[in-house]
């Protein structure tokens, strides 16, 4: 690395912390509260394809008059996904309560969620991340305020034991929901089918309910910044919302907040303290270039690209690191890059498609900040990269870019490779038929790759087809009741989960916000 870089990095690193997490820390607002009630109470059960669905319903009136004794329980349905507070009713009807009311609340974001056993979870992340508590109340009548912000639409209330002599009666429930924006700040787009209207309304509150005090990327798990999940939804931000302070805010973080060798992590924390988390992810890193990128194109604001170009710069200069004759090393991590969570995925082509879409930016960037040897320098690296997506990566014979050392054709590389502008829109169009035609088996399995799937053939002008997919994917979800769009979804397996088990599945994820971007920018 030469003497200038390491100076660079040096000196960003001398200005984390105190600059930009005091400036992320101004930007920072309280979040809209809004009172919910719920609308009614439900039973569900499993439907045809063995997803819960809801099988009756029954008006509010009925909540109080309902006595619950040992196993009896109530579910409600507070009419669409939230994120907030929950505060209870609680009272004892019959004889004087002689025991402690032991009640098992269970919160889901969809209906399949409340016919979930807990007690089955066997996935590799924390079962932690199951809403559910089990709770002893000594004394009724009281008031139960819940400490815990939840992700949900229907709540069950389930009365483990009561006594003989007793039960519990649940008076009222409350929700303060919560979000850094209203949906009643974005008009939905004129024209639409209806199904795409619903699209549009269920990508709309994905990213209602994911704005908070930072881009959460799902509001039921995880509940961090993610500068993947960032990047889609400030895009959709951009074009819905528009709260540039959230952006901003979160790109300081990051820039405040980079590891020590100068890389921006994957996600970061904001409690109990600010902090970067320890997973690095290649692609992500890179993406604050774009993002920074989309941010100026969006606000023409300079001032923030001349500040915030170094720690961009940065990691253009430290992905390198990461690369081995012109391409991304992969044999010592085959997940350096993520581009998608799909099982067997090799990443290093559709990883080659980032670096040139990033590097694009980066020049842009570099330009805007005056710093012509970093232009000089990134157009040189621009044009081995693109020589280096062909050379290594494109197979003429089968038409397809293929990655790894199996040669593997996947989806996520052609989308990526199209979107970094390899070939010409024309040659680019082509691949993508070609795409859709052969319909490789390495497909996607979340929204957020099945997004850069359909931004590449819009960027083709394939607009039906990309509409088609639209509809079959996200419309997929629909049609299983969704109000807000899930972190995974294979439609050939609804039970699919990255993580060994969709108990933990977040199903109001953040990228998968994006339809509300492209039916407003495209359509
Ligand atoms: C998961 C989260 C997050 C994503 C990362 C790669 O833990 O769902 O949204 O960005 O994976």
Known sequence: MGEALVSIIEGMKRRTVDEFVKKAVELDSPLLETRVKPVSLVTIEKGEN??????????????????LKKGDSICLDFGDHYVGYVTLKLNSAGSPQDAPAFLRLKFAEIANEILDDSSTYEGWISKGWIQEEFIHIDVLPCELKLPRRYAFRYLEILAIDTSAKFQVVVEDAELTAVSAVSMEDVKPVEGLDEDLQKIDRASLKTLQDCMQHVFEDGPKRDRRLWIGDLRLQAKANYATFRNFDLVKRCMYLFAGLTRDDGKIGACLFTEPVMQVDDTFLWDYSLFFVSILYDYYQETKDLEIVKELWPTAYCQITLALEDMKDGVLDTEKNAMLAFIDWKDGLDRQAAAQGVWIYCLRHGKVLAQLAGDTEAEERISRLLEEALKNAVSHFWDEEQGFFVSGSSRQVSWSSQ??????????????????????????EMGVSTPYAYHHVI??????????KALELMRTYWGGMIRLGADTFWEAFDPKDTNASPYGNAQVNSFCHAWSCTPAWLLREYF
Request: proline share 4%; no cysteine.
């Open 50 to 67: 063995g997803n819960g669905v809801v099988a009756s319903r029954e008006d509010m009136e009925a909540m109080p008059r309902k006595r």
């Open 415 to 440: 989308a990526w490779m199209v979107l970094a502008d390899v070939f010409d829109k024309e040659k680019s169009r082509k691949l993508m038929l070609h795409l859709l035609e052969v319909n490789p």
């Open 455 to 464: 931004e590449a053939l819009l960027h083709v002008g394939e607009k039906e």
